[in-house]
């Protein structure tokens, strides 16, 4: 599998606006002619770019006052575009450099030993997965990413290092296209069966039953430690150096939702339809059960809900 986490530099096509245009915005004064000499147009006074000049008067005229303004109104139009295009540059620089190489392996997924008496129905029976090398979010995507790609934030408790939450899986597909336009980089969901080989800590697992600890409020923000949302990174990481896998907001996954059969699967991605999306690693709202490395659920892709975001993967 070719992964692809490069650097951005000259990644981003900015638009210069308008020309060439006088930094001062003044424009030079003619000298009136005499009033007793004749005009060879038989005009008595001067059009140009920047207004009109009365031979009589020698004043300048509002439409120059105008043009002045509008001059004025572009810079700083200009300048406030590239301050932003300078902000988005850098954010989708570092995410990309937060993507975390992880190197593929086996593991048992659903309802492992150490999941004792929590583990529910759905996440059995525990079967054997094959997994190949992937990238992953080293932190959920925060809502300033997310708004300086979209342009919006419906995150109810709003804060830049915040994860993004409320938006639903649809939206986060419109956001991997034009994460892709602007850094010309694909991106997408990691699967459930990468999501939890991840969150276990892959090839270096501990096999705890939270994401790097079998001691939850080391690792997550649950209902048991926080009342809202927290500033992503803040907790411990897991074994691969990945942070809030569990607690803090819970997560889509790429797949649509099923049960779980026997067997051995090599790189599964779900069934090919289905009705729900599947989410994963719990979150601030919930309990210490719903933050386990294999508990799992499903909704609407049309559904957003102010404890749901998500990561990256490739």
Not at 1 to 15: E, F, K, P, R, S
Not at 233 to 259: F, H, I, Q, R, V
């Amino acid at each position: 599998m070719c992964l692809v986490c490069i650097a951005m530099q000259g990644q981003t096509n900015v638009v210069r606006r308008g020309g060439n245009k006088s930094s001062s915005g003044t424009t030079r004064k003619t000298t009136p002619k005499a009033s007793n000499q004749k005009s060879t147009t038989g005009k008595t006074g001067y059009s140009g770019r920047q207004g009109k000049y009365s031979h009589s008067s020698g004043k300048k005229s509002g439409k120059s006052t105008h043009e002045t303004e509008e001059q004025e109104q572009q810079a700083f139009e200009n300048t406030e575009l590239q301050k932003h295009l300078a902000k988005r540059d850098e954010l989708m620089a570092n995410m990309i450099a937060n993507m975390v190489l992880i190197e593929g392996g086996q593991f048992e997924m659903g309802a492992t030993k150490e999941q004792g008496k929590d583990a529910e129905k759905n996440e059995g029976p525990k079967h054997k997965v094959t997994v190949r090398p992937f990238a992953i979010g080293r932190y959920e995507v925060t809502q300033e990413e997310w708004e300086i790609v979209m342009g919006y934030n419906k995150s109810q408790n709003k804060g830049d290092k915040m994860p993004v939450v409320n938006v639903t899986w649809n939206e986060v597909q419109q956001f991997l296209f034009r994460l892709k336009q602007i850094t010309g980089v694909t991106f997408r969901l990691p699967t459930e069966a990468e999501w939890e080989f991840a969150a276990r800590g892959g090839v270096n697992s501990n096999n705890s039953k939270f994401a790097g600890s079998p001691n939850l409020d080391a690792v997550g923000w649950f209902s048991g430690n926080c009342q809202g949302l927290q500033p992503v990174g803040l907790k411990s990481p897991n074994e691969l150096g990945l942070y809030d896998m569990s607690g803090n907001a819970m997560e889509w996954c790429d797949d649509w939702y099923d049960d779980y059969k026997r067997g051995k699967f090599e790189n599964p991605k779900g069934p090919s339809t289905g009705s729900t999306k599947v989410y994963r690693g719990g979150g601030w709202m919930t309990n210490d059960k719903n933050c386990r490395v294999s508990s799992r659920n499903s909704f609407d892709p049309d559904f957003g809900y102010g404890g749901l975001g998500f990561r990256l993967a490739q």
